[in-house]
């Protein structure tokens, strides 16, 4: 498989359950991000990671715990979601350093609803 | 804060009309701005960059920093612009993520 890749597609789950996403980047990039898109509001920057160290939190919070194990995987934990926790979550990952900017490339997404 | 504004949320013209999305930012320095897509059933992929002044498939967008604008223009729309368009800025290197704005639906009609 090429390029960006998310498993699960689809996740239902309760609120009491703990489960993880998955993304995994084929490019040899150096940078990795996880984003929520909300039915209501923009796509949203959530984790960033480079050279596997997170370096961006944006004020998520902590039912959400990211892991970079290596630079071609990164996961999204979850545990104890809330209703409002359902969106589409977007891995991208991209290649930083250098001069000037290296595009993002998107996976397809999580479809993940929360009961 | 750094924040990116698509006022439009639909826009719909017909086929070999201009077209124009608008961006508006706000940013402390000197953003790299974006223009994102998303056609029907496909992941989301860049179209266009400022500092690469290009044009791709027709579209071009002009940072104008007096106005802290970032339109996207096309000259004569064509079907196969149906999508969504997200305006998105990023600092310097990238390596902080993209902010978004909610995005436009354009859609050409025949």
């Known amino acids: 498989e090429t390029g960006v890749t998310q498993t699960p597609r689809h996740l239902v789950m309760g609120m009491t359950n703990k489960k993880s996403l998955k993304c995994e980047q084929h490019l040899g990039h150096n940078a990795m991000y996880w984003y929520k898109q909300s039915a209501k509001k923009p796509l949203e920057l959530m984790f960033v990671y480079n050279f596997k160290e997170q370096t961006e939190n944006n004020s998520v919070p902590s039912r959400f715990s990211p892991e970079c194990p290596n630079s071609s995987h990164l996961f999204l934990h979850l545990h104890t979601l809330q209703p409002e926790d359902s969106a589409l979550y977007l891995c991208a990952s991209s290649q930083v350093g250098g001069q000037g900017y290296n595009e993002q490339f998107f996976g397809p997404g999580t479809r993940l609803t929360v009961l | 804060a750094q924040r990116v504004t698509q006022p439009e949320k639909l826009l719909s013209v017909f086929k070999g009309a201009p077209v124009e999305l608008k961006c508006n930012y706000s940013y402390s320095g000197s953003p790299e701005l974006f223009w994102y897509v998303q056609y029907s059933r496909q992941r989301l992929q860049l179209l266009l960059r400022?500092?690469s002044r290009e044009s791709i498939k027709g579209f071009t967008a002009d940072l104008n920093k007096g106005e802290t604008s970032f339109h996207l223009k096309k000259p004569f729309a064509q079907e196969e612009d149906s999508a969504m368009y997200y305006c998105a800025l990023t600092g310097k290197g990238g390596a902080d993520g993209l902010t978004f704005g909610k995005g436009t639906h354009l859609i050409i009609q025949p």
């Open positions: 400022h500092i």
